[in-house]
């Protein structure tokens, strides 16, 4: 669900929604058992609809991030909450993060610590959030939160091409191309936003030659929106020689791509 906090501030920094204070009554017992199972030392955050108040009960994912949580624990772990509170979410998901991934000036690090500050509300654990200011909206916000858009490009077409499976190709390409069109709309109009379905609108505004791949992506974007059935093979490749390599292309020209 979309942040109606989200956007920029006057003095031109990111706002968001995010505060455990928003989270809803009924999705504290699913972060609750998550605190639980965590143990001593890890630090345990949540982001998504669930931190800004806008989750709504069994249609919302609950999504977390980790540190100092084994990445074979937090799937393990994320498994078991999902079935434990099917009454409650539609998943729960549990990002394993890497402290050391949040120190340095390259535009991954610089993203993650953006994401930490702005997005994530802690939960648990010592606070990795270093920063002492809120971050700039600009371009290099945006080309930490997406700048690798064009590596996942190329993993897109190379799981497509050993077999897997289209449909769930399609969602990831859909849900990380939109982000990246988030990032292209917010730097165009000096403004600010993450939300998939207001970028692809704005976007088809913008470049009205993407409206129809964009619709398409947005349609596949979401689990469960449209059946495996319907999203072929051809189709999602036609759409990744497409509509995201336009995306790629324009990102790269007016934002930047991680080196590598």
Not at 69 to 92: M, Q, Y
Request: glycine residues 12%; proline residues 4%.
């Amino acid at each position: 669900m979309a942040d109606p906090l989200e956007g920029i501030t006057p003095e031109g920094t990111i706002r968001t929604g995010v505060s455990s204070a928003r989270v809803p009554d009924a999705f504290r017992p699913v972060l609750d058992a998550a605190v639980a199972a965590v143990g001593a030392g890890a630090t345990l955050y949540v982001y998504g609809s669930v931190a800004t108040g806008q989750a709504r009960l069994g249609r919302s994912d609950v999504d977390l991030l980790s540190f100092g949580l084994p990445a074979g624990d937090a799937t393990d772990l994320a498994a078991e909450l999902s079935d434990r509170f099917l009454d409650i979410c539609r998943s729960v998901d549990i990002a394993a993060g890497l402290g050391e991934g949040l120190v340095g000036e390259h535009d991954e690090a610089y993203g993650g610590r953006v994401f930490l500050r702005h997005y994530c509300a802690r939960l648990c654990g010592p606070e990795l959030d270093r920063s002492t200011h809120d971050f700039p909206a600009d371009a290099r916000a945006a080309r930490g939160f997406n700048g690798d858009i064009a590596q996942h490009a190329r993993r897109w077409r190379s799981d497509l091409d050993a077999g897997a499976e289209p449909a769930e190709v399609g969602r990831r390409m859909s849900r990380k191309t939109l982000l990246a069109v988030a990032g292209l709309v917010s730097v165009h109009d000096q403004d600010w936003t993450t939300d998939r379905a207001r970028a692809a609108a704005r976007w088809s505004v913008v470049e009205p030659i993407l409206g129809v791949g964009l619709t398409r992506l947005l349609s596949w974007a979401e689990p469960g929106a449209t059946s495996s059935a319907d999203v072929s093979r051809s189709a999602v490749g036609h759409e990744l020689d497409g509509t995201v390599g336009g995306i790629v292309e324009q990102f790269a020209e007016r934002i930047g791509l991680w080196d590598g």
